[in-house]
Structures are given as structure tokens and as C-alpha cells.
């Protein structure tokens, strides 16, 4: 079965990158045969752009645009320090002090990092901070946090906290239960809770690209192995799944190929677009 695709949109972690981090050894060359059919490979994922700057470049994809914080931030020209926005969606400012105050008071314990443009914010290099330092390769920015959210003057695209899994499913439990409108809390890893603008989703990533590429939704593809690519996979004309997913998200998909330690993801672009 060969689709008509003409834009792939795909998640990172669990998906083009296996178990150890190493990105799927076929993909380059999948890419590289979508750019002469002119279809863009563009990557999405919770990492920020600095996260997502060695993998881009990494597999060639440098010139397309580039979904960080699940969409709160698209970008282009990675490559340059002066890259360009594409879409901005920032949390609400008196929400991030609200829940940066809620952490303090009730969850001290909790890791809190906070994401503006290329920028990784933390209050110390907790053993948590060290951990997602290593899997990213970045170094983050110690400030007060309570005084940079204070200021207002810099969008927060996104706040992970990070824990143990028993810590975070409690926080994640009281923030929903909180007046929160405008922003929307999902686990990334099971002691990872992301919070992003109540707007922000995969699935807009998907929608605001396809737009501006002047695509019908039905020739779009995606790829991802976890619940917050869900909505994007129910939406593409072609939503694949990992073999390494939950077998609720296999479900969303329309297929389901092999896992990110199998090369799943350039397999699906051969024998679905190629």
C-alpha cells in the first residue's frame, strides 16, 4: 500500500531514536529520497531546539521546519543562533507562577525546569537535571526561578517536572484537579509532566504545518510511540504507531510498524511513501 503523502510529521524519542539514543540507522536515506520526491521530514518532539539540533542535523532535515515542545515552538534555520519562528504559543504568565508556587509549597522534592526559546532553565543540577543533561547534551541555566517567572518577560513554551513516577503521578493528579484553563498536563516518560499552552499539541503542529503548506490533512503521515502523539496520529491520513508503543496508542494508528530498536520508522517511510 503506497500513500499519497506529501508531509511526514514524527516524534524522537522511542521512535527514530532506539533504546540507547542512536538514531535510526536507515532514515538518512529515506530522507534524503524524500527530498528528491519534495516531501519534508520534519521532526516533533517535547525537546527544546537545542535538544533537537543534533538529530536534525544529524539526518539532513535542517532546512524544514522543526516542532519543539510538542508544537509550542516551531521553528526554521535551526542552524542559525538567529533561527525563525514560525509559531509561538506560550503558557499563560500567571498560571506558570500559580503552579511554579504549588511545586514549591506542596512538592518541593520536584524537579522544575523551565523551557523559553533555546533557553533550559533550573533552580540546581539535581540528579534529575543531571539525567535529562546527559540525554540531551545540553547544559542549563541556574536562576531563581520565582524571580525570572516574576519578571513576565519571556514566554515559558513549556515547564517539565520531573520526580519519581509515584511524586509525579500526585502532582499531575492536583494540577489537573486545579484551575488551570489555559494549560494542559500530560507524561512524556512516567515521572515526566509536561505542561505546555492549552493549545499546544501535535496535533496543531500538524493542522498550522499542513496549512502552510497548503496540504489537505489526508496526505500527511505521522509516526510516534506515546500518548501525547495520539492526537496527531488520529488526524494524519497515515497515523503509525511503534511496535514499542502502549497497545491503547497501537490502537489510534491506522498501522503499526516495527519498534524504534528495528529501524521502525525508516521501514514505514519505505513501504508507505517510497
Same mark, same amino acid.
Given at each position: 500500500m503506497i500513500m499519497t503523502v506529501k508531509l511526514i510529521l514524527s516524534d524522537i524519542d522511542g521512535t527514530i531514536l532506539n533504546d540507547n539514543n542512536i538514531v535510526d540507522s536507515g532514515l538518512k536515506e529515506s530522507i534524503e529520497r524524500l527530498k528528491q520526491k519534495e516531501i519534508p521530514f520534519v521532526l516533533a518532539s517535547a525537546r527544546s531546539p537545542k535538544g533537537m539540533l543534533p538529530i536534525a542535523q544529524k539526518l539532513d532535515v535542517l532546512d524544514n &521546519? $522543526?516542532?519543539? !515542545?510538542? +508544537?509550542?515552538l516551531v521553528i526554521k534555520d535551526l542552524k542559525n543562533e538567529n533561527y525563525s519562528t514560525v509559531f509561538s504559543h506560550g503558557l499563560d504568565n500567571n498560571e506558570v507562577e500559580q503552579i511554579v508556587k504549588i511545586i514549591h509549597d506542596k512538592y518541593p522534592k520536584v524537579s522544575i525546569n523551565l523551557y523559553t526559546g533555546a533557553d533550559w532553565y533550573v533552580e540546581d543540577t539535581d540528579k534529575w537535571v543531571t539525567i535529562e543533561s546527559e540525554i540531551t547534551e545540553i547544559d542549563p541555566i541556574v536562576t531563581d526561578v520565582d524571580k525570572l517567572v516574576e519578571k513576565h518577560q519571556i514566554p515559558i513554551h513549556k515547564i517539565l517536572l520531573v520526580s519519581d513516577s509515584a511524586e509525579i503521578d500526585k502532582v499531575m493528579n492536583y494540577l489537573r484537579d486545579a484551575v488551570f484553563p489555559n494549560s494542559s498536563f500530560y507524561l512524556s516518560k &512516567?515521572? !515526566?509532566?509536561? $505542561? =505546555?499552552?492549552?493549545?499546544?499539541?501535535?496535533e496543531k503542529a500538524l493542522r498550522e504545518l499542513a496549512k502552510a503548506y497548503e496540504l489537505d490533512l489526508k496526505? =500527511?503521515? =505521522? $509516526? +510516534? /510511540?506515546?500518548?501525547? /502523539? %495520539? &492526537?496527531?496520529?488520529?488526524?494524519? +491520513?497515515? +497515523? %503509525?504507531?511503534?511496535?514499542?508503543a502502549p497497545v491503547e496508542v497501537k490502537k489510534c494508528a491506522n498501522v503499526v510498524t516495527d519498534s524504534n530498536n528495528q529501524n521502525g520508522v525508516s521501514k514505514a517511510v519505505e513501504k508507505y511513501v517510497l
Open positions: &521546519p $522543526i516542532a519543539c !515542545y510538542n +508544537g509550542a &512516567p515521572n !515526566y509532566l509536561e $505542561i =505546555t499552552n492549552s493549545n499546544v499539541s501535535k496526505d =500527511t503521515m =505521522t $509516526i +510516534g /510511540d506515546n500518548f501525547n /502523539d %495520539v &492526537p496527531m496520529l488520529k488526524l494524519a +491520513g497515515l +497515523g %503509525v504507531a511503534m511496535q514499542n
